[in-house]
């Protein structure tokens, strides 16, 4: 049973900065791709970054490049990001997770999701 608790959501100012966690259990960890995606109210979950199992490839959404940065250790089994100058349109729910390259990329092809953490950028 694969299972991903995710961490560090809160309410910032614009301009701010937050970093994620997301802790993994019930699967090969360091053998997958991991990932983080977020969905606005009323919006479709969208892709945000995913880092490679050796954590020396990674992605990013054009929205968030440059802003955001995915990282991962593998002996803890979690995935990070750090989300720095912080916009209103970041503002949504924060979900990780733990699939191929390609499905983390297409968020409605993932199977395995954490429950999510809020994020909540005030102008």
Same mark, same amino acid.
């Given at each position: 049973? +694969?299972?991903? %608790?995710?961490?560090? /959501? ?6 701010? =900065?937050? $970093?994620?966690?997301?802790?993994? *259990? ?21 892709? +945000?970054?995913? %880092?490679?199992?050796? /954590? ?6 054009? =929205?968030? $490049?440059?802003?955001?940065?995915? *990282? ?52």
């Amino acid at each position: 049973q +694969v299972q991903l %608790i995710e961490s560090g /959501g809160g309410l910032v100012q614009a301009g701010g =900065s937050l $970093r994620l966690s997301c802790a993994a *259990s019930g699967v090969t960890y360091s053998h997958y791709p991991m990932g983080w995606s977020r969905q606005a109210p009323g919006k479709e979950r969208e892709f +945000v970054s995913v %880092i490679s199992w050796s /954590g020396d490839v990674t992605s990013y959404a054009e =929205s968030v $490049r440059g802003r955001f940065t995915i *990282s991962r250790d593998n002996a803890k089994n979690t995935v990070y990001l750090q989300m720095n100058n912080l916009k209103p349109e970041d503002t949504a729910v924060y979900y990780c997770a733990v699939d191929t390259w390609t499905n983390i990329k297409t968020p409605s092809t993932v199977k395995y999701w954490g429950q999510g953490t809020q994020v909540t950028v005030s102008s």
